[in-house]
Structures are given as structure tokens and as C-alpha cells.
């Protein structure tokens, strides 16, 4: 089976082609580079030695993407490619609905002229927006996201779910994806952002390895337990699994036709404090920190109800909160500098 990754040299992207090697899928690598660096890809096949077939190029140029499907015969999409920065959508709105709205309108034209009808899409928690309660289940209506990050993820699912109305051969699943964090065991892939990071584990990770001097956590009165916000952090090997699953699931339910929606989650909230005193404790390093006022557009607390995965996808979350920490620790203590080290 050979699947097209967009987006796959990028931080979950570059784990997940790693698990898809490791169960025996043929790859086929999209990107544009934007946020990313073909390192990644190098490693992968180290890694797995094998290769992937890797092509340069924008999910927004149609006669490119129309070539890719001619060139090679796609069993199935699994599409990263997107613009992820919260704050940078609302400063850069038109930008991100371009990317990330027309883009996967491309990338679906172009895989319904080629006879391909299978789509995994990475969406987001985000989706559920501020009016739903906690935890978020997969039958809740989605909400309304306060940044345009957060919208355009909305406005897919929306696409897909007419897609599928319209095609009858459509099989869609879409992964609601809850906080991401941590490396390849490795070491040798991990999150390499560009600039200063605005997540909150690779700026621990940069805190530590001398890079920034202290960590703001924004929010120290929410309604929480401590005053900091809460997460539901997983492992980005156990989310590359999760991608590894719903496509066997997708494979495997030749009847199903459709769009499904996954939580992938592990349901446990954490906060920023937990964060700080679990990467220290696994580390063994000091993290500076100040209290600092609340960041515009963030929720107290959301996590998974991860019961839909479960029970469908047989996949769970299992890697515990010391891996993800002392997994962070070894990709930045090796690499301070990312793919460019
Ligand atoms: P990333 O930036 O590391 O990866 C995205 C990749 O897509 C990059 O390699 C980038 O170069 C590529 N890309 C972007 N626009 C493109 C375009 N127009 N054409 C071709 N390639 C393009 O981000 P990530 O953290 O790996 O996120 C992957 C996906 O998961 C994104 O869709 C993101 O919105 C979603 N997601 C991420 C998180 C998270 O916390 N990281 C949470 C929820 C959902
Ligand atoms: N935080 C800090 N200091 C920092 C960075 C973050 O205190 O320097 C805090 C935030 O205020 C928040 C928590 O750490 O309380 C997590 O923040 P992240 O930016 O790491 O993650 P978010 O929950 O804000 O958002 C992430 C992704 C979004 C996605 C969302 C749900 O960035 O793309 O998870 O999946 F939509």
C-alpha cells in the first residue's frame, strides 16, 4: 500500500511516516519546506532503513499535485500540510484560510480526479472551541475557535462531511489531535520550531539547554487545581501509531463510506506546573520560570475522552508523561539547534 503524506517532514508528519515504514506502507512524502527540513526525512530512513520517496511541492499548486497522482498510484492521503500558529493566523488570517482551507480543497480535487477516496486529516481539539464542556467527545457539535488556525480546521471537517455526501466512495477520518509532545526515543527526530517556540514543551526544552532564559506560564489564577492551565499531552510516537490505526481501520472496513471523527488524547489533563516539575524530575534540570499574565484566546483546562479510539481503533495512548519528558530532553540535548545542529 502506498500512502501520500503532505505535510510529512514535519514534526508529527516525520513520526508518523517513521511508524507507517515500520508497519510496512509504502511512502510517499509532499512538502514545501516551509516549516520543516528534509533532515527529518534523512533520519527517517535511518531510522527505518528504508526509503521514502520524498517530493517538493505546494498542496496548493493543482498541477503539481495532479502529476504526484499520476506518478504515483496512492492507496491513501494522510494530510499534515498546514499552517499551525495560533497567534500568527490572527495576524496572518487570509494566509492561513489559503493554506489551510484552499489547500486541502486542491489536495481533494486532485485525489478525486485520480480515483483516490481515502482521506486522513489532522484536526484538532481545538475544533470542539469554547463552548463545549470537558471532556470533549467526538459526538459533541463542533464549536466556534477563537483564532483562524483553529476556524480552518472547523471548515474542513465541514468539507469533508459534503465531500462524503456527495461521493459515495469517500472514506474519511478525521484526528482531533489534543497537546502533542516528545521525540523519537532516538533522539534523532523531534520538534524543531522556527523562531521562538509557542508551545509550551519545546520552550521548557530550550529553557533547559540554555537557549531561552526562563519560561513565562501564562496563568497562574485560571480555575484549576494549581492556577495553570490543563492539557492532555501524548507522546507524538503514540500519535503516530493512532495514524498507523484508523489507516488499518480505514483498510480494514472495506464497507465503510464517510467521514469519522477520532479524539486522540490520552484523557488526562495536565497542568503547566505538572509539565515543569515532570520535565525537571526526568531531567534533572532547573527550569526558570515566571507567572505571567494569561495568554489572549487560551481555555483553563480541555482534555480527551479517548473512549472512541479505544474501542474502534484498538489504539490507546500508552507512553507515560516521564517519557514524553525525558524524550523532549534527548532530541533538544543532541540536536539544540534542531535539523540544523
Ligand atoms: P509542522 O509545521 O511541523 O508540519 C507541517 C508540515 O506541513 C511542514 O513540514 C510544512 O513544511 C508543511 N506545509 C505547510 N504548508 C504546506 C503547503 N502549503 N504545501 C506543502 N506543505 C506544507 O506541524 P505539525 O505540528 O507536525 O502539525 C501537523 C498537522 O497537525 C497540522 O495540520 C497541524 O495543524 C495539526 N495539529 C498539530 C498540533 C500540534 O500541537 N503540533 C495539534 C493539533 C493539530
Ligand atoms: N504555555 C505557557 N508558556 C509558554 C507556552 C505555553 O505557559 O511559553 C501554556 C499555555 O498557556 C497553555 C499550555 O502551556 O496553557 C499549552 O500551550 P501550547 O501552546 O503548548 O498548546 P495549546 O493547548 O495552546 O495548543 C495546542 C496546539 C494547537 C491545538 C491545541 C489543541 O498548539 O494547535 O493544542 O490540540 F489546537
Request: proline share 4%.
Amino acid at each position: 500500500m502506498k500512502i501520500l503524506v503532505t505535510g510529512g517532514a514535519g514534526y508529527i508528519g516525520s513520526h508518523t511516516v517513521l511508524s507507517l515504514l515500520n508497519n510496512g506502507y509504502e511512502v510517499v512524502v509532499y512538502d514545501n519546506l516551509c516549516n520543516s527540513s528534509e533532515v527529518s526525512l534523512q533520519r527517517v530512513q535511518q531510522l527505518a532503513g528504508n526509503t521514502v520517496e520524498f517530493v517538493q511541492g505546494d498542496i496548493q499548486d493543482k498541477s503539481a499535485l495532479t502529476a504526484l497522482f499520476k506518478q504515483y498510484p496512492i492507496d491513501a492521503v494522510i494530510h499534515f500540510a498546514a499552517l499551525k500558529a495560533v497567534g500568527e493566523s490572527t495576524q496572518l488570517p487570509l494566509a492561513y484560510y489559503q493554506n489551510n482551507v484552499h489547500g486541502t480543497l486542491c489536495l481533494l480535487e486532485a485525489m478525486q480526479v485520480a480515483n483516490v477516496h481515502q482521506f486522513i486529516f489532522s484536526s484538532s481539539a481545538t475544533v470542539y472551541g469554547e463552548e463545549n464542556a470537558v471532556p470533549y467527545v467526538e459526538t459533541m457539535t463542533l464549536g466556534t475557535p477563537s483564532s483562524p488556525y483553529g476556524a480552518s480546521k472547523v471548515m474542513v471537517e465541514r468539507v469533508m462531511a459534503d465531500v462524503a455526501l456527495a461521493n459515495a466512495q469517500f472514506k474519511g477520518v478525521s484526528l482531533r489531535y489534543f497537546n502533542p509532545i516528545g521525540a523519537h526515543p532516538s533522539g534523532q527526530i523531534g520538534e524543531d520550531p522556527k523562531g521562538i517556540p509557542n508551545n509550551l514543551l519545546p520552550y521548557v526544552a530550550q529553557v533547559a539547554v540554555g537557549k531561552r532564559d526562563k519560561l513565562n506560564i501564562f496563568g497562574g489564577d485560571y480555575p484549576t487545581a494549581d492556577g495553570s492551565c490543563e492539557r492532555d499531552y501524548l507522546h507524538v510516537m503514540d500519535l503516530a501509531d493512532g495514524h498507523v490505526a484508523a489507516l488499518d481501520w480505514l483498510i480494514k472496513n472495506e464497507q465503510f463510506t464517510g467521514v469519522e471523527a477520532f479524539n486522540l488524547g490520552t484523557g488526562t489533563p495536565v497542568s503547566v506546573f505538572a509539565i515543569v516539575n515532570a520535565f525537571e524530575q526526568a531531567t534533572g534540570k532547573t527550569i526558570a520560570y515566571d507567572v505571567a499574565p494569561r495568554r489572549a484566546g487560551d481555555l483553563p483546562a480541555f482534555w480527551a475522552d479517548a473512549n472512541k479510539a479505544k474501542i474502534q481503533l484498538n489504539w490507546h495512548a500508552s507512553r507515560t508523561l516521564q517519557q514524553m519528558m525525558e524524550d523532549t530532553w534527548n532530541w533538544q540535548s543532541n540536536n539544540p539547534n534542531g535539523f540544523d545542529s
